[in-house]
């Protein structure tokens, strides 16, 4: 089964609203946590790097105020998308270490956003 | 549904020598077939990808893949390896068509000798 749950699997919402996603590690704690976005037809694009208990590490050209990922527990991630619109329709994942060395890696089944 | 089996946890390879890291996949339709790499600790990082065309893919720090329907495997190969290619491989697939998520293998933890 699932070591790693995303919910929700799918989600539309109105233009302007927030949503939020969630990372799930089942049965270990993460203290490293990676979130992605996927564009159709295009490759995953690492967005931010979660830490538990401090602040999330940005990739260049995301936007932090639109993006806000909290990472409050070992075993649970959030990414919010703030003011959302059409463009940020994507498929988003997220992934999880296992062990401090990342030698582990558990991905969730992933979460697509449609703003309508 | 789609699926993608990495039949190796670990691959050891000698430096200089040709490297191989195993990939087969499930789906319905085309496929759509990517590699990536994750170095301890970092996110991961994009190496190739098929669609369509020539079987044969050339990707970033000299990885190629090999496309073979027959065998739906999608082997992920360099000629020559280097200590720093030492890291965790992905291969993951999805439908060609239509809104469908990405799905990944177990990953292959690749290990250069020097």
């Known amino acids: 089964g699932a070591v790693v749950s995303q919910h929700p699997s799918w989600v539309i919402c109105k233009s302007g609203t927030s949503v939020k996603i969630e990372c799930r590690s089942l049965d270990f704690q993460a203290t490293t946590m990676f979130w992605y976005r996927q564009f159709p037809k295009q490759s995953l694009m690492l967005m931010a790097t979660?830490?538990?208990?401090?602040?999330?590490?940005?990739e260049q050209g995301v936007e932090k105020d639109k993006f806000l990922i909290n990472h409050a527990s070992l075993t649970l991630s959030t990414l919010t998308v703030t003011s959302a619109h059409p463009e940020d329709s994507s498929f988003y994942i997220c992934?999880?270490?296992?062990?401090?060395?990342?030698?582990?890696?558990?991905f969730g089944e992933g979460s697509w956003l449609t703003v309508v | 549904a789609q699926s993608v089996a990495q039949p190796e946890d670990q691959v050891n390879v000698a430096e200089g020598n040709p490297l191989t890291v195993k990939c087969t996949y499930s789906v319905s339709g085309n496929p759509y077939l990517f590699w990536y790499v994750q170095y301890p600790n970092r996110g991961l990082q994009f190496l190739l990808k098929?669609?369509?065309?020539?079987?044969l893919v050339k990707g970033s720090y000299g990885f190629e893949a090999e496309f073979n329907k027959s065998q739906t495997s999608f082997h992920l190969k360099k000629p020559s390896a280097l200590v720093s290619d030492s890291a965790l491989y992905f291969c993951?697939?999805?439908?060609?068509?239509?809104?469908?998520?990405?799905?990944f293998g177990k990953g292959t933890r690749l290990s250069v000798i020097a």
């Open positions: 979660s830490n538990e208990g401090s602040k999330a590490t940005y």
């Open positions: 098929y669609i369509t065309g020539d079987n």
């Open positions: 992934s999880a270490s296992y062990d401090r060395a990342g030698n582990t890696i558990y």
């Open positions: 993951a697939v999805s439908r060609l068509v239509g809104n469908t998520p990405l799905v």
